[in-house]
């Protein structure tokens, strides 16, 4: 079982609506989570990182953990065409070890 | 405040050859993360180091080495390059350990 799983999609989406990003991870002692988006060829940038059970939002972004049942999310509100790439879940398994990627989703919002 | 810097963006180096590539953390970042990227692999961690201490390791040959210098920069090498080291080499540094990680723009390596 991979540590951290994503659905590799391409996940298609329409502009204005709401795209929905999961992710699953192994290990119940987890304690940091963070949601990267890649263009490509780019490097991947921080959107958002969330250490507690529940919502934390950031203008379009919000991101939700549910640590019983191992999965957090991303959701992207209003989708914009510049909101496709590749999003990448990342978790770290407590505060001294390696933080651990996901294969990433590719979200493609269709205008 | 500048980001993350990592030199050179591109090197195409021979089989057999050995590469170091350099980080530079945000000012007042401490840990240093390195990551191998490929299409059928993804981001792979190579190793983290904190106060000039590795301290994590991922799962690749002894080939790869790193390094952090007391003022928070690093670098890494790869000796006896092969076909397969062909990657984007990403490093990424946060405050300390555990905290959120930010990327440079990486170093394209090809070796041929």
């Known amino acids: 079982q991979k540590e951290v799983e994503q659905n590799s999609g391409p996940l298609s989406v329409p502009e204005g609506a709401i795209a929905s990003l999961n992710c699953t991870y192994s290990?119940?002692?987890?304690?940091?989570f963070f949601w990267y988006r890649q263009y490509s060829g780019k490097s991947p940038e921080l959107i958002m990182s969330?250490?507690?059970?529940g919502d934390k939002e950031d203008g379009r972004f919000t991101a939700q953990l549910n640590k019983a049942s191992q999965y957090v999310s991303l959701l992207i509100r209003d989708s914009q065409p510049s909101d496709s790439a590749t999003y990448l879940c990342?978790?770290?398994?407590?505060?001294?070890?390696?933080?651990?990627f996901g294969s990433g989703t590719r979200l493609s919002i269709r205008p | 405040k500048a980001g993350v810097t990592q030199t050179p963006r591109y090197l195409i180096k021979t089989r057999g050859q050995q590469v170091t590539l350099s980080c530079s953390p945000i000012?007042?970042?401490?840990?240093v993360s390195w990551y191998q990227q490929t299409p059928g692999q993804g981001l792979q961690f190579l190793f983290e180091?904190?106060?000039?201490?590795?301290?994590n390791k991922g799962n690749f040959p002894g080939r790869f080495s790193g390094r952090q210098f007391s003022n928070s920069r690093s670098e890494m090498n790869v000796s006896t390059l092969e076909l397969g080291d062909s990657a984007l080499y990403l490093c990424?540094?946060?405050?300390?350990?555990?905290?959120?990680?930010?990327f440079g723009q990486g170093t394209r390596l090809t070796v041929v």
């Open positions: 990424a540094s946060s405050l300390a350990v555990g905290r959120e990680a930010f």
């Open positions: 290990d119940r002692g987890s304690q940091s």
């Open positions: 969330i250490y507690s059970n």
């Open positions: 990342a978790v770290r398994y407590s505060s001294a070890s390696k933080i651990i």
């Open positions: 000012s007042g970042h401490r840990s």
């Open positions: 180091y904190f106060s000039e201490t590795q301290r």
